[in-house]
């Protein structure tokens, strides 16, 4: 899906140096008309459009930060195009009074006259593409998650307040007629005419900069992705860290539309292609948001209503403002789509088609199942709970429900002799019905069996195979030596079926607390995130702490426990970057110095605390932990599915 998107959103930006050439070399000639040499070669059209492709093509070329440095210096060129403008209004160039309501007065014979919104509206369009500048560059960033909605919204807010004071300057220092006839009304009225000049070519060339520099890396990445043929061609880098091969490609096909002479054919899809990208964009953060994923945890949140306006608002301008131009650029975004999922493409990162199947609808389950990777994006906190004693079970539901809502399960398989699964069976169905009633989806089963352990083995095996298979083991931490054996024998086949178990250490008195406070216990040597990429309890562990915390309104603290004498900043630099990258909410990080179990009654008092289950399990000491907490405990294993990164 991101392919699709992406193949256009690349096209999209090769077009639009494209345009931005034209739009340089329009100002340029005209400089030179009233210039009175407007006769030579340097006022020639191709002349200017292959030597400014020329130049730009160089500067991409050498290097981002070259083109970056340059970017400084159009900048202060903008700026005193803009200090001009403020010099006129304040020598009093603000003399009319702008009507700010109602319809335009008739007079005037300007093309403008009888241009009607939309059509303005897809003329200034393209002056809003550059916000995606910094998603094309996240490869350069240093931290991408934070300057790239940073800097996008930090551009908006100030593109906006200028577009806005430029508007009443102009509405206030020209009469209508003048606004409708004269295009080039902003260098008469400026103090310094030529700063003007200067702005409009300089504005010009740093847009085409932007995108000759930027489209060059989506191909890169798209071809290291594997997402296009000669992806591995494509994907690589030259000695100095630069999309070399890509660039040439980006290269070529700006030469190929400059040679089109003709801004009118490329210009409807520019506008559709970026229109569709920002759609798609909003409508997965839409999706994601709806469904209440786990894996959607982003530090920027806005209002449901600003992904589905965006995404309405994207697809009603695409059709009001060229409907055919829409059509085709959808058809080719849906070709590109039918493309890629026949070439079922080998990717590193999830497929997001899997998470989207799983969630929407379970008539999809089948296609999820066939996808190569597992839906760790789309993981849901799916509970399987062995159950003996129905009374028993009654007492922990609230419990396994904060465990798995919004959007997990709980399957329930009663255990038991024969002669006890009518009483069974109408116990656990009670149980279940009441779970629909407090939103959770829950389903039930017996299994005829005297040994609970060989009835839990069963009823996992039995459920390997089905669509939507569980995903945790729920158990409760044994009391005497022959539970303890069960426990064990059902934990051990659990991993082995890649099943995440959890063994719950109820204290008797405390129970669940207030459910304010949750402990998120870290081990020293954890926060290295390529052991939290592998195999650990720590991505469960930190999955049900943010699924509890979120559905309880609690706090999570961090604790490790490090030697005596080790180095606390490193520890904490090092903690600090696994919850910044597993974006946990605002939490509160604890060190204490010593050994592991000496440092357990100095931990921040909590409600529950959530540790990784032992491989082998020690039972004696997952007591110990309950007692001297003096809270409970929540022991887990992971499956090697989770991924707190994800």
């Not at 920002?278 to 469904?291: A, K």
Request: hydrophobic residues 50%; negative net charge; glycine residues 8%.
């Amino acid at each position: 899906m991101g392919g699709s998107v992406g193949v256009p959103l690349y096209l999209s930006q090769v077009l639009a140096t494209t345009m931005y050439i034209f739009g340089f070399r329009e100002g340029w000639v005209w400089m030179f008309e009233q210039l009175g040499y407007a006769d030579g070669l340097w006022a020639e059209p191709l002349v200017v459009d292959l030597s400014l492709f020329a130049i730009l093509f160089g500067v991409a070329y050498v290097s981002a930060g070259l083109a970056f440095k340059l970017q400084y210096v159009i900048a202060v060129i903008i700026a005193a195009s803009l200090a001009s403008i403020g010099v006129a209004a304040y020598q009093g160039s603000m003399s009319y009074e702008p009507a700010l309501w109602g319809a335009a007065t008739a007079g005037g014979t300007g093309a403008l006259l009888t241009a009607d919104f939309w059509t303005v509206f897809a003329v200034f369009f393209p002056a809003a593409t550059g916000i995606m500048a910094g998603a094309n560059m996240s490869g350069e960033l240093a931290n991408p998650r934070r300057s790239i909605p940073m800097g996008t919204i930090s551009a908006i807010v100030v593109s906006y307040v200028i577009y806005m004071v430029l508007v009443y300057w102009l509405a206030t220092s020209a009469s209508p007629e003048e606004l409708r006839e004269n295009y080039t009304i902003m260098i008469d009225r400026a103090a310094w005419g030529p700063a003007v000049v200067g702005g409009l070519l300089g504005a010009t060339f740093s847009s085409a900069l932007a995108s000759i520099v930027g489209a060059p890396r989506i191909l890169q990445a798209l071809g290291e992705h594997n997402i296009i043929p000669r992806g591995e061609w494509l994907g690589s880098k030259n000695a100095r860290g630069e999309p070399g091969n890509a660039m040439i490609v980006s290269g070529v096909l700006v030469f190929a539309t400059l040679m089109l002479r003709d801004l009118n054919v490329i210009a409807p899809f520019i506008t559709m292609f970026f229109l569709i990208t920002y759609g798609v964009i909003n409508i997965v953060v839409l999706i994601e948001q709806s469904l209440g994923l786990t894996s959607f945890r982003p530090k920027l949140r806005v209002p449901i209503v600003v992904p589905l306006v965006g995404a309405v608002g994207c697809v009603f301008a695409m059709f009001v403002i060229n409907a055919t131009a829409s059509l085709v650029a959808i058809l080719v975004v849906l070709a590109f789509y039918g493309l890629l999922i026949r070439r079922h493409i080998d990717s590193p990162y999830d497929d997001v088609r899997s998470g989207l199947f799983v969630a929407i609808a379970q008539w999809a389950a089948q296609k999820a199942a066939n996808l190569p990777h597992q839906p760790q994006r789309a993981w849901r906190p799916n509970l399987l709970v062995p159950v003996q004693d129905p009374l028993a079970l009654r007492g922990e539901c609230p419990f396994l429900q904060d465990l798995v809502k919004p959007t997990g399960y709980v399957d329930l398989m009663g255990i038991g002799p024969l002669e006890r699964h009518e009483a069974l069976s109408g116990a656990l169905a009670d149980i279940s019905r009441d779970m629909h009633e407090e939103g959770v989806f829950s389903r039930w089963a017996t299994l005829d069996s005297d040994d609970f352990a060989r009835g839990a083995i069963l009823g996992m095996e039995a459920l390997e195979g089905s669509f939507f298979r569980p995903n945790m083991l729920f158990l409760k931490l044994p009391r005497g030596e022959e539970e303890r054996e069960e426990v064990s024998r059902i934990v051990a086949r659990a991993q082995d079926n890649q099943l995440g178990a959890i063994v719950f250490g109820m204290h008797e008195r405390v129970r669940l607390g207030s459910q304010k406070t949750i402990n998120l216990w870290v081990h020293a040597d954890s926060p290295d995130v390529e052991l939290v990429r592998r195999r650990s309890h720590l991505n469960l562990a930190i999955l049900l702490a943010f699924t509890l915390a979120r559905n309880w309104g609690a706090r999570i603290n961090i604790v490790t426990v490090i030697p005596e004498g080790a180095d606390q900043a490193r520890a904490r630099a090092s903690l600090e970057n696994l919850i910044d990258l597993a974006r946990i909410p605002d939490p509160e990080i604890h060190l204490l110095m010593g050994g592991f179990q000496e440092s357990m009654p100095r931990a921040p008092r909590c409600d529950l605390d959530i540790m990784g289950l032992s491989d082998p399990i020690d039972f004696g000491f997952m007591q110990r932990a309950v007692d001297v907490t003096e809270s409970s405990v929540l022991f887990v294993a992971d499956s090697g599915n989770e991924s707190a990164l994800a």
